[in-house]
């Protein structure tokens, strides 16, 4: 059974179970890929699936366990990364630890500073004019409810008596608001940022969905070890 669970043969073939399902459609795009051939590794424009999956792992060796895997081992645990020959793999796989490890550091640092900075210079509760902020206020998220929902297509000043959270700012302060706001919605570059956070966040759902498969499948195979060998243990007693 392990050693069909590892070659996908027998009762663990893909003609056997029923295609994994990844996020939002992902997997209608890997038969594509898979009928015209195996994806590049990487390219100027996209990634393969296993470069994510890799990276994933890479970048958080202790928590996903590859820490203590050989790189055979590694590449024999998903299709994602047997789909390439060995000898290269272990190329993109020395590729991967060095930029991790540039990333890991690169985090540390930055929370350092950003920790460092907090301590140094903690934020005031109200601006220069005794105001509240507005980027930390409750008020900046029920503003943006109500334009996208045909609200604010009133004076200001008849908005600003709707809710309490409005007036807890001046009429000019939230006047300017309400212009801000109108005007970052129907402008192109705020739909196409939005477009690219939904296509960010898709991207980082499809890479949780190949961790957790890939843990899964160590975590199967593991259990199944197991189980053999109490088997042999108790034939042999």
């Known amino acids: 059974l392990l050693r069909q669970h590892k070659n996908s ?3 663990f073939s893909p003609s056997q179970s029923a295609p994994e399902k990844n996020a939002r459609g992902a997997s209608s795009n890997n038969n594509k890929d898979t009928e015209s051939g195996v994806q590049p590794w990487t390219s100027k424009k996209k990634r393969s699936n296993g470069w994510y999956l890799l990276y994933k792992l ?3 060796p202790d928590k996903s366990g590859v820490s203590s895997m050989t790189q055979k081992e590694i590449w024999e ?5 047997k789909c390439y020959p060995f000898a290269d793999f272990k190329k993109y796989d020395n590729e ?5 490890q540039l990333r890991r550091e690169r985090l540390r640092r930055e929370r350092e ?3 460092c900075d907090r301590a140094t210079f903690p934020p005031s509760e109200r601006t220069v004019r005794d105001e509240p902020f507005w980027n930390r206020h409750v008020a900046k998220e029920k503003l943006k409810d109500d334009v996208e929902r045909g609200l604010a297509d009133v004076k200001p000043s008849k908005l600003r ?3 309490p959270e409005y ?6 302060t939230f006047s300017k608001h309400v212009f801000q706001e109108k005007s970052k919605q129907r402008a192109a570059p705020y739909w196409q940022v939005k477009c690219k956070k939904i296509g960010q966040k898709l991207r980082e759902e499809q890479v949780e969905e190949l961790e957790r498969n890939w843990i899964q499948s160590k975590k199967f195979e593991t259990d199944l070890e197991d189980v053999i060998n109490q088997l042999g243990k108790a034939r042999a007693s």
Do not use: N
């Open 9 to 11: 043969d027998g009762p």
């Open 58 to 60: 890479r970048l958080f």
């Open 77 to 81: 645990s998903s299709k994602l990364f």
């Open 96 to 100: 991967m630890m060095k930029l991790t």
């Open 113 to 115: 500073a950003f920790e």
């Open 161 to 163: 008596e709707t809710r």
């Open 167 to 172: 007036k807890d700012f001046k009429p000019a």
